[in-house]
């Protein structure tokens, strides 16, 4: 009896960006019908690696086996020949066409377009019928919700007759419930014969939902194995290298004075509203985590306190006194002197300026600080020397504050960053999503850091999608669903499962409340 | 790391693209059976060969000085003001409406109201392009193009009816008063060989204080840096509290007061009235010097100087060669902008490649030697 | 004023609208495709002096369209080639192509016919002749003697250049090709957003420059027109800004075919207008002739003002598409 040839397999891949190796001599295969993991951090090169085999790069060396042929893939449209799909993290979608249009984009049925949209059109109800993936096809894209969105990129590989599909970080965007509906049809499709490759950081997808599991670290792919042979932590360390600690290390919070109390928040952008009456308080020395979705108000209640939007109605005090939510008299400057320190979501758009150096980056949003200037012109001596200081402290690498900032590692980016918003030692400090994209160095570092504030004594709003990262560090978490926050739990009288219903808007988990 | 050293980057990239530019308008002199060396050494004596080409170079360069300059600050806050013409000819309405309306008594405070009119009348027609897009999101590039053509047909409208002096056909002011005249490079730099006939006027000055106020107020005031940083990111500026409505409206009014004050140089220092069409394109090679001056005011200066000597060498050209056009100069200045902005990475990616194989065999060089 | 006056304006307004309309759907291609295209008006006049000068010297006019044509597609091919391949600034692009077309077209046209940067008269095989539908009236006096459906027949309808019809019959087809063909889907989504096509496998560089092709062919038959059938040669800056109006009819159409052909014929109005009046009585007021002449900015700044509905530029305009590391 001979094994059947695996759908893919990759000898020696190796790819370099100018001077940096994003995939060192890759081998690895992935037998049919079975859905195969990649977990590493970010910047291992998993996206690149999938990007050569989506034919979106080209590989410096190396072969590519599509079921057990040698199938060289220059371009995407040879992948697509090759029976390979991709669903990217940030879909492909051109928004403002329909469903049909972006389905038979690039695989129409002749040069009219009339006949193609009607076989579409019949197509996808097949399809959508033996797949359980039910979407409008005359629908325009913005209209459609986020989950659906991914349903038509999925509906679009499998027009294509795509054999082998790959998912660069699907759930990111999903609340768990879409989640599971997500792994409900990639088990459907694996039972149909379809191999699917599942890129993701979240170890307990992989547990989950996959067959085997492959760990890349630095550019190079470490491990391979049954994941049914592994556990987590094993996975972790794989990926980092050395042993992990996935708890932080904290004392019980002491809560003192309310330091910030929110009461009804409302905040409208875009037309639509985005915060629909917030209101919760955070005391001195405790730190309240918002867990959620992405999308479902957290930015623009980072954003409201922060002095970036106006908001609509509410109002907002900090050790009791007002602060002015109109927008007219108040910025971000304005709520930095008030003691209010942030940490965007987006470092790379919002908290620092990639062109910058270092030292201008410590500037950035107190560069009208008497410290920082002498009269009219700004002192850059001055600036200069406070971000040697700051680099030294929170062990920037390289520490030196002539680098532009594009050139610092995610990682260490966040480090400027963090210097900057919490060696003031803020009465309130604003986190977004601390650890995006930083190895798992910079996370334990940050995370230090954050509980080291709060054990000064200062008060904090911790937002992450990330569950653990908000059971580890939060005093208490509230869940933010639909611009509403879903009531809160203490961390240990609360568990995944139900952080998990709220954050998808079911509130009945528990009959009281814990306020 | 950065793919090349910065002194590449600011320094031999535009020189390259000058150079490519300057080779192709040299083929395009070959093409039309003209000998390109006869003709560069006639542009370089006509420019820089005699007092009287220096009265002129720089007397062009001043022109260039001020729009370039215009440009260089909307640029750094990623605002493309392609409106100087429109601008310049506002200012020139506004040096004319102050020098006639008032009987003044010397040149000293003349001019000083004469910056301030000009810089003010600029900056206006330049602020409801601002407006639009700060508050509307209207891009810019087209508002302004718009506005050259309206700022054109108004000159025009109030020129003929209002300015006209009674019985004469000519679209032109009355001459200003001789009180309000500007001292000439025979008056301040007679020594130098200056005849009374250079235009070179005493607004070049003016050009190179606005150099050093420029670079003052980009790269070591708050508002500079505020600037800068709205110009590389917009939600980060916000995020640090700066307000973009504030800065593109504050950028693009000293924007167009620079560009207005050009008209010191003309309407004021040279014609001593406001006539039709002065601006002369200086508006549109506003936008090669910042190009090719990187934005910098040192760069605008030298960049400037470089096509107020194509301007006075193309005019001597068309003396000495008259198989060349004077458009011949519209010609280099067309392939300055091409290659030092449009194809800034038909140099750059090569010089990149170049600069990172220099580095890995240098690197290369390097780990060996420890080995050893 | 009389029905045939009114007649006459209506009739150069189709005349003068005719570049405006072929430069603006040459626009509306560039643009779809994600490529701005302040460039028109240089694309223009190159092909108003290529196509005069190769008419005059081979006395064929159609020789003298192709190489309009060609010439305008050199231009196209450079902004393709900064914009594109290069990924430069579309915008300075366009600036460097006009500036080189204001430039070159004289300095040659001073070496090759030394009329003082223009082409001499062209005669008349060298030029457009108007065609006359059949029965249409030719000379005004016959014409005077017509019904009022007959007046519209030969004066308005009939008697024009070859290129006015085929203008307004790129007009339908543009949009069919837009929105009924695999092509034209294709073009859309490239301007929409360029990651989506180029993951479908199809190459985003290969359709760009197919758009800014073809709009290089359409300014190229805007520019023949004006040198070789409103005009009878080539002088300096005959496009006389005419590549911006029709920028201003683009927005103003939003970027639609049929919309263009209306912004093109009220613009073309307003040129026709203001040619035939110096200043316009209304009762009290004078409106000057350099208000009409204004006037297609005044519009567009307007629009851009957002008082008269929104105008949505196709959303990956002027971006450079770069792969996403």
Redesign the interface.
């Given at each position: 009896m001979t094994t059947p040839a695996p759908a893919i397999e990759l000898k020696g891949i190796s790819k370099a960006f100018g001077p940096v190796q994003a995939n060192k001599d890759i081998s690895m295969s992935v037998a049919r019908g079975t859905i195969h993991g990649i977990v590493g951090e970010n910047g291992a090169g998993k996206s690149t690696l999938m990007s050569i085999l989506y034919g979106f790069y080209k590989a410096d060396r190396g072969e590519i086996f599509i079921n057990g042929k040698p199938t060289p893939i220059p371009d995407s449209q040879a992948a697509i020949r090759a029976g390979i799909g991709m669903v990217h993290q940030h879909f492909k979608l051109v928004e403002n066409f329909t469903v049909v249009e972006n389905v038979i984009l690039g695989a129409e049925d002749g040069a009219l377009l009339t006949p193609s949209i009607a076989k579409a059109r019949k197509l996808l109800t097949e399809l959508s019928e033996e797949y359980g993936l039910k979407v409008d096809p005359d629908a325009i894209i913005e209209d459609l919700s986020v989950g659906h969105q991914q349903r038509v990129e999925i509906l679009k590989q499998l027009y294509r007759h795509a054999d082998i599909l790959i998912l660069d970080e699907p759930t990111g965007v999903l609340t768990p419930s879409e989640a599971d509906q997500l792994f409900r049809i990639l088990e459907r499709l694996k039972e149909e014969g379809k191999t699917i490759i599942l890129i993701t950081h979240k170890l307990r997808e992989i547990m989950e939902i996959t067959d085997t599991v492959s760990v890349m670290r630095r550019g190079e792919m470490t491990n391979t194995v049954r994941t049914a042979d592994t556990s987590p932590a094993e996975l972790a360390e794989m990926m980092v290298g050395r042993k992990v600690l996935l708890r932080v290390e904290k004392a019980p919070a002491q809560p003192g004075d309310v330091v910030l109390k929110v009461d009804n928040l409302r905040v409208v952008r875009g037309g639509v509203e985005r915060l629909k009456g917030v209101s919760f308080e955070i005391r001195a020395g405790e730190i309240l985590g918002i867990a959620g979705v992405a999308g479902n108000g957290q930015t623009e209640l980072l954003e409201v306190l922060g002095g970036m939007i106006p908001a609509q109605g509410g109002s907002v005090t900090l050790h009791n006194e007002a602060i002015d939510l109109t927008g007219k008299h108040s910025d971000g400057q304005t709520r930095r002197a008030r003691g209010i320190g942030h940490v965007p979501e987006d470092r790379q758009d919002e908290g620092l300026i990639m062109a910058f150096e270092a030292w201008e980056n410590v500037a950035f949003g107190y560069h009208k600080d008497p410290k920082f200037n002498s009269g009219m012109l700004m002192n850059h001596a001055a600036i200069k020397a406070d971000c040697a200081d700051k680099m030294a402290r929170y062990d920037v690498r390289p520490p030196n504050p002539r680098l532009p900032a594009r050139n610092f590692s995610g990682g260490n980016q966040q480090k400027i960053v963090v210097a900057r918003e919490m060696d003031r030692a803020p009465d309130l400090l604003l986190v977004g999503q601390p650890t995006r994209g930083v190895d798992i160095g910079a996370i334990e570092f940050i995370h230090s850091q954050i509980i080291a504030l709060r054990d000064q004594g200062k008060a904090i709003l911790l937002v992450s999608v990330e569950l653990d990262e908000i059971m580890g560090l939060s005093d208490r978490i509230a869940v933010m669903f639909d611009g509403k926050l879903m009531g809160e739990r203490l961390p240990s009288e609360t568990n995944e499962n139900e952080l998990g219903l709220l954050m998808a808007g079911v509130t009945d988990t528990r009959t009281e409340g814990a306020a | 790391m950065d793919k090349m050293p910065k002194w590449a980057d600011i320094i031999l990239i535009p020189l390259i693209s000058v150079v490519l530019a300057l080779v192709v308008s040299g083929l395009v002199v070959a093409l039309i059976g003209e000998s390109p060396w006869r003709a560069m050494q006639v542009m370089v004596q006509g420019a820089f060969g005699s007092a009287y080409g220096w009265g002129y170079t720089l007397y062009y360069a001043t022109n260039f000085i001020f729009t370039g300059l215009a440009v260089a600050v909307a640029f750094h806050a990623r605002l493309f003001n392609i409106g100087g013409e429109g601008q310049a000819a506002i200012g020139g309405l506004g040096v004319a409406i102050i020098l006639l309306g008032v009987a003044w008594p010397h040149w000293t405070i003349a001019l000083l109201a004469a910056i301030l009119f000009s810089a003010a009348f600029g900056a206006a027609w330049a602020a409801v392009p601002a407006y639009l897009q700060a508050k509307r999101g209207s891009h810019i590039v087209i508002t302004t193009i718009m506005f050259n053509y309206i700022a054109s047909a108004l000159l025009v409208y109030l020129l003929v009816n209002v300015f006209r002096v009674e019985g004469s056909m000519a679209p032109e002011s009355a001459r200003f008063a001789e009180a309000t005249n500007l001292p000439t490079a025979s008056d301040f730099a007679g020594f130098l060989g200056f005849g009374t006939s250079a235009p070179l006027n005493f607004a070049f000055f003016i050009a190179l204080l606005a150099c050093v106020g420029v670079w003052l107020l980009i790269w070591k005031t708050r508002l500079g840096y505020e600037i800068r940083a709205f110009g590389q990111s917009q939600t980060a500026a916000v995020y640090a509290g700066i307000n973009p409505t504030k800065i593109i409206m504050i950028t693009m009014l000293i924007s167009g007061g620079l560009a207005g004050m050009m008209a010191i140089n003309v309407v004021m220092g040279e014609a001593e009235r406001l006539v039709l069409d002065f601006v002369e394109g200086a508006g549109f090679v506003g936008i090669a010097v910042a190009l090719m001056g990187r934005s910098h005011p040192v760069g605008v200066v030298l960049a400037a100087l470089l096509f107020g000597a194509l301007y006075q060498g193309g005019a001597e050209l068309q003396f000495e060669m008259p198989a060349i056009s004077r458009e011949m100069v519209v010609v280099i200045q067309a392939l300055v902008i091409l290659f030092t902005g449009a194809l800034d990475n038909m140099v750059r990616m090569p010089m990149e490649s170049l600069f990172l194989s220099l580095r890995r065999r240098r690197e290369a060089g390097q780990s060996q030697t420890p080995a050893e | 004023m009389d029905f045939l006056t009114v007649l006459q304006i209506l009739d150069s307004t189709v005349r003068l609208a005719t570049p405006l309309l072929l430069a603006c759907l040459a626009g509306l291609w560039s643009e779809r495709a994600g490529i701005f295209d302040?460039g028109l008006e240089g694309k223009m006049l190159a092909a108003a002096f290529f196509s005069a000068a190769i008419a005059f010297t081979a006395g064929s006019v159609w020789i003298g369209l192709l190489a309009g044509i060609a010439a305008s597609m050199v231009l196209a091919g450079?902004h393709g080639?900064?914009?594109i391949t290069?990924?430069?600034?579309?915008?300075?692009?366009g600036?460097?192509?006009?500036?080189?077309a204001?430039?070159?077209t004289?300095?040659?046209?001073?070496?090759w016919f030394q009329q003082g940067?223009r082409t001499p008269q062209l005669p008349s095989d060298a030029r457009f002749a108007n065609v006359e539908l059949p029965g249409a009236a030719t000379r005004i006096r016959d014409i005077a003697q017509q019904g009022p459906l007959g007046q519209i027949y030969s004066e308005l309808i009939s008697g024009h250049s070859i290129i006015v019809y085929a203008a307004l019959l790129i007009v339908p087809l543009t949009w069919w090709a837009l929105?009924?063909?695999?092509?034209?889907?294709?073009l859309?989504?490239v301007g929409?957003?360029p990651?989506?096509?180029?993951?479908?496998?199809?190459s985003v560089v290969g359709l760009r420059y197919a758009a800014v092709m073809i709009a290089g062919v359409l300014c190229g038959l805007a520019g023949a027109y004006l040198a070789t059938a409103l005009n009878a040669g080539f002088v300096?800056d005959m496009s006389a800004?005419r590549g911006?109006i029709a920028?201003?009819a683009l927005?103003f159409a939003k970027w639609r075919p049929w919309y263009a052909l209306s912004a093109c014929l009220l613009f073309g109005f307003f040129d026709a207008v203001g040619n035939r009046f110096q200043n316009i009585q209304l009762g009290e007021l004078v409106v000057?002739v350099?208000?009409m002449?204004?006037l297609p900015?005044?519009l567009?700044?307007i629009v851009?003002?957002?008082l008269v509905g929104k105008a949505i530029?196709p959303?990956a305009g002027g971006e450079p598409y770069v792969?996403?590391?």
């Open positions: - | - | 302040i450079l080639a900064a914009s290069f990924r430069g600034n579309q915008l300075i692009s600036v460097a192509i006009n500036f080189l204001a430039g070159l004289v300095v040659i046209a001073q070496t940067g929105y009924r063909t695999r092509f034209g889907l294709r859309r989504a929409e957003n990651a989506a096509v180029d993951t479908a496998g199809i300096k800004g911006f920028l201003a927005i000057p350099q208000f002449q204004a900015y005044i567009v700044v851009l003002a957002g530029p959303r792969k996403e590391r």
